[in-house]
């Protein structure tokens, strides 16, 4: 059974290591601040307790006033789980730190959320429309399309 | 006499295999660069079935999304729908009667074995062997889909499952039907087995090709049998479990290369041990009542949840949103194809353009599910 | 391997977006069904009566479709194309990948607009005499999908048909039937209509 580990828990290792990067610890997911995700990404991945080697997935959702969005990781040698979540409070020029150099999973799925969202990832290779055409007016998946 | 080495200037060309395109399982485009036959780059291009799934389903109802996701990975619809009623269930709290549970289980392993037999059909069909191995498997999968014509009147996207549980009951042929069917079909696998286990064609063609190495595939987040056909024993019926599998005996088939013919015999191992979960859950099939109480319009409480289950072609989960109201405020579909399609270009390089389609044709994707 | 790029690749998107753009704005209107042969009081030219019949024998009989399945509805024309329920008793077993080669389009399955230019690129180059069957309810009028902002509303929108088959996905049996329908149009004909 894979255990999701609880959020409060990784919080004080994380606090110790990168003061002031968790912004709040719950019981199931972690908040963290845009510019310390992939410092703490690449701890995650590397620490042998913490093991985080396979990303399942990256999403995003519009709450009206910041963009939250959710990434979660498993381990596939210890079978644990944890969600972490960053928010993007620009409305006009959302931008964030890619993970693509930590998992290359999140290559196409960060190009989709850049389609339908305008969220653009810092660092990322090719971050250009995917499944929509150039020349498309707007971002679809947000509150405020048409 | 001197013999002088004359050696060709060749020069690299891009060549649109394009979405309209026989091979290509549906409309996929792909922008190769070729250097005479041999693949230099590849650059996949999707999006021609983009139909905004994720955004239609904010304004319809949560048991009214389950046509839409249905039409997700079609397929394996029995799956999409299971999954979807997982999350639900996990965001609402909503239990599921045990009769219902042994039918799920009964109707995804029974879409396993029809999808998995077209992916096999398809997969041999780019080999070359024309038509022959997909109308067989064709002929099996009939009977597979008359089995769902009993049941819920539909052959392709059935709509069948409900946020907890099942629409209607079995109706009475279904279960006589189902074990003539587990009985002859252990009978035609071993045929087919018989036919291209050791066929040199297919082990010409399909050993050593396409080589997805174990790194790379946990790396790009790979799932269903393309991550274990590269010898990574992770399937989520067993890490984590969920509805009623942790009762059934199946073993995991893995493979050790992650060339195609790896893929391909995983997935016909998935087959027999799909009939053997069939044969468990059929056996302990209670009486009982199909569907627990649920009011018609559904409102969660203000909250996430994650559901996902292991379907045919990878990890298929979806992750919902709630606001209180009676429809999603986010509906993600984490799409198993999509990511599987991440490492396309390495596993192509330095192969020609024979071995462009096989290589394809063995990650087995559903364009409906990449583009959502 | 260093090659020299004519148009680089920001460009071939950006030229085929606005070639997508245009096509959205030019289809803002079904195109009208060429239904005359629904009329009964058709009269036929008693000299060519003979030829008619041949020719029209001869086409029915081998009607190539060609290959145009984008979702769905293509696994219900692979099974109808299997053995349970044969299309090659109807001649047409042989689905061309060449438009050239083609008479008749089964439209299967949703058609967006990014897709949209291809399939009217596909329509352009087959050879006349041709016919279109708009299969599913998305080839009818967009289907389960029609509110979506990135779905055509019928293939009716950029190409004309000639049988609608309702249905999600139509079973077997309907398409054989809106084939045997083209078989029907098809023997209506005569060929003084052919000049329209």
Not at chain 2, 41 to 52: D, Q, S, W
Not at chain 2, 145 to 152: N, P, S
Request: charged share 25%; glycine share 6%; proline share 6%.
């Amino acid at each position: 059974m894979t255990v999701a580990l609880s959020g409060s828990k990784i919080a004080k290792q994380l606090g110790k290591k990168f003061p002031g990067a968790v912004i709040k610890a719950g019981a199931d997911s972690l908040l963290l601040k845009g510019e310390s995700l992939l410092a703490v990404a690449e701890y995650l991945k590397t620490t042998p307790d913490l093991d985080f080697d396979f990303l399942n997935y990256i999403t995003a959702v519009d709450y009206y006033d910041y963009f939250e969005v959710v990434y979660q990781f498993t381990s596939l040698k210890h079978n644990h789980g944890l969600v972490l979540k960053v928010r993007c409070y620009d409305r006009e020029n959302p931008t964030l730190p890619s993970v693509v150099s930590l998992w290359r999973g999140a290559d196409l799925q960060e190009r989709e959320i850049y389609d339908l969202l305008g969220i653009s990832f810092e660092g990322h290779p090719n971050l250009r429309r995917i499944v929509l055409w150039e020349g498309f007016d707007g971002h679809p998946l947000r509150k405020d399309f048409l | 006499m001197t013999t002088k080495e004359v050696t060709i200037q060749t020069e690299p060309f891009v060549v649109n295999i394009g979405p309209a395109h026989p091979s290509t399982h549906g409309v996929f485009r792909m922008r190769t660069t070729l250097d005479g036959e041999v693949i230099v780059n590849m650059e996949p291009i999707f999006g021609y079935l983009h139909r905004g799934i994720e955004k239609l389903a904010e304004e319809r109802t949560y048991g009214g999304c389950i046509p839409l996701t249905d039409r997700l990975d079609y397929l394996a619809s029995m799956s999409n729908n299971m999954a979807y009623c997982l999350a639900v269930e996990k965001l609402a709290g909503i239990p599921v009667p045990l009769r219902a549970e042994y039918i799920r289980v009964i109707m995804a392993e029974l879409q396993r074995i029809a999808s998995h037999l077209i992916a096999v059909g398809a997969f041999l069909n780019d080999c070359g062997a024309f038509m022959t191995p997909i109308v067989y498997m064709i002929r099996e999968r009939e009977k597979i889909l008359d089995l769902f014509d009993m049941v819920c009147g539909q052959r392709l996207t059935y709509n069948y499952m409900r946020v907890g549980g099942v629409s209607q009951d079995l109706p009475a042929e279904f279960i006589p039907a189902l074990r003539k069917f587990l009985k002859e079909m252990p009978g035609w696998i071993n045929e087919y087995d018989r036919l291209l286990k050791q066929n040199e064609i297919l082990l010409a063609r399909a050993k050593g090709v396409g080589i997805l190495p174990r790194e790379l595939a946990i790396n790009i987040s790979a799932s269903g049998p393309v991550l274990r056909a590269s010898g990574v024993e992770w399937d989520l019926r067993r890490a984590d479990p969920y509805s009623i599998y942790d009762r059934f005996e199946f073993d995991i088939p893995t493979g050790s290369a992650g060339d195609c013919y790896d893929r391909y015999r995983v997935r016909v191992e998935e087959m027999r041990q799909s009939l053997r979960i069939l044969e468990q859950a059929l056996k302990g099939l209670p009486e009982g009542e199909v569907r627990s109480e649920v009011p018609h319009l559904i409102r969660p409480p203000v909250g996430e949840a994650y559901g996902h289950i292991e379907a045919p072609r990878g990890e298929l989960g979806f992750y919902l949103v709630s606001d209180g109201s009676i429809a999603p405020y986010r509906f993600h579909v984490r799409a198993p194809t999509l990511i599987n399609l991440t490492a396309l270009n390495d596993m192509m390089k330095g192969w020609k353009v024979a071995d462009l389609i096989l290589i394809f044709g063995s990650i087995d994707i559903c364009l409906a599910e990449v583009d959502r | 391997m260093e090659i020299e790029e004519v148009y680089s690749r920001q460009q071939i998107d950006e030229a085929e977006g606005r070639q997508i753009n245009e096509l959205i704005a030019r289809s803002q209107e079904p195109i009208p069904d060429p239904d005359d042969w629904l009329d009964e009081e058709l009269k036929r030219n008693v000299l060519l009566t003979s030829v008619d019949a041949v020719l029209d024998w001869a086409r029915r009989t081998s009607l190539w479709p060609v290959f145009c399945f984008p979702a769905c509805c293509a696994f219900e024309f692979m099974t109808t194309a299997a053995s349970r329920f044969d299309i090659s008793r109807f001649g047409m077993e042989i689905v061309r990948a060449s438009p050239r080669q083609a008479d008749l389009m089964i439209t299967a399955g949703t058609l967006t607009w990014k897709m949209a230019p291809q399939v009217k690129r596909i329509y352009d180059q087959m050879a006349e005499p041709k016919w279109v069957i708009a299969m599913g309810a998305c080839a009818i009028s967009g289907g389960i999908f029609r509110s979506s902002y990135s779905v055509v509303p019928g293939y009716n929108r950029i190409i004309p048909v000639d049988v609608y088959l309702p249905g999600c996905p139509p079973r077997p049996e309907a398409l054989l039937y809106a084939i045997r329908m083209i078989h029907k149009k098809i023997a209506s004909r005569s060929l003084i209509q052919e000049g329209k």
